[in-house]
């Protein structure tokens, strides 16, 4: 079975940092593309940062400057990086990867079960 799972989130303040890591497990041989999504209550789901296999990012212009996203492909896993962190950037964040399962033989976008970042005094 193959399977994306998050983890890292916290309660932090303002100004604060935090780590968060995904990582694919399961009969997978490879990870095309990977991102981080949000999504806060009463609001619709945002890409956060994506990252492709060679390493090229791209971030929402509201992070940008303020999280870094990394991959280790030999780990199957990626990085969100989140530095000077503001309230409105209190969500859950979701994981999503196109992860190569080698039961299918073919790519399947999967998506964690989600993290909780709340920035708050």
């Known amino acids: 079975q193959v399977q994306l799972m998050e983890s890292g989130g916290d309660l932090v303040q303002p100004g604060g940092s935090l780590t968060l890591s995904c990582a694919a497990s399961?009969?997978?041989?490879?990870?095309?593309?990977m991102g981080w999504y949000r999504q806060a209550p009463g609001e619709e789901r945002e890409l956060v940062a994506a990252?492709?296999?060679?390493?090229?990012?791209n971030y929402a212009d509201s992070v940008k400057g303020r999280f870094t996203i990394s991959r280790d492909n030999a780990k199957n896993t990626t990085i969100l990086q989140m530095n000077s962190l503001k309230p409105e950037d209190t969500a859950v964040y979701y994981c999503?990867?196109?992860?190569?399962?080698?039961?299918?033989?073919?790519?399947?976008?999967?998506w964690g079960q989600g993290t909780l970042v709340t920035v708050s005094s």
């Open positions: 399961g009969s997978i041989s490879g990870i095309y593309a």
């Open positions: 990252i492709s296999r060679a390493g090229l990012a």
């Open positions: 999503n990867g196109n992860v190569f399962s080698t039961t299918q033989g073919r790519y399947l976008s999967l």
